[in-house]
């Protein structure tokens, strides 16, 4: 059976770090785009970063450049976002999910999807 498992998440003060693992069990990630995305309560789910199956990298939202960066091992079949500089506005749950090959910043592009982990930034 095909899936992701996210963890990491939990209650940090602004400022803080978090590092969110993306860990893929019944298939390889190599050879898949994992794209991480976050929902914020009342709000859209949002593309927030994404590693190629060639291991590139890039974020999408202003908001987050510069604080959160992707990391993959493939030996581990893990991706790891770790999220620096947090803010009250990175509340959310965040998700991880795999497609083949590039990235895209469309939700509805991507084929496996795991159940969230919810990171909140408070004082």
């Known amino acids: 059976q095909l899936q992701l498992v996210e963890s990491g998440g939990g209650l940090v003060q602004p400022g803080g770090s978090l590092r969110l693992s993306c860990a893929a069990s019944?298939?390889?990630?190599?050879?898949?785009?994992i794209g991480w995305f976050r929902q914020a309560p009342g709000k859209e789910r949002e593309g927030v970063s994404c590693?190629?199956?060639?291991?590139?990298?890039?974020n999408y939202p202003e908001s987050v450049k510069g604080r959160f960066s992707l990391s993959r091992d493939n030996a581990k079949n893990t991706v790891y976002l770790q999220m620096n500089s947090l803010k009250p506005e990175d509340t959310a749950i965040y998700y991880c999910?795999?497609?083949?090959?590039?990235?895209?910043?469309?939700?509805?592009?991507?084929?496996?999807w795991g159940q969230g982990t919810q990171v909140t930034v408070s004082s």
């Open positions: 590693t190629s199956a060639s291991g590139g990298w890039s």
């Open positions: 019944g298939f390889t990630l190599d050879g898949y785009a």
């Open positions: 999910a795999a497609r083949d090959n590039l990235c895209s910043t469309r939700d509805t592009r991507y084929d496996y």
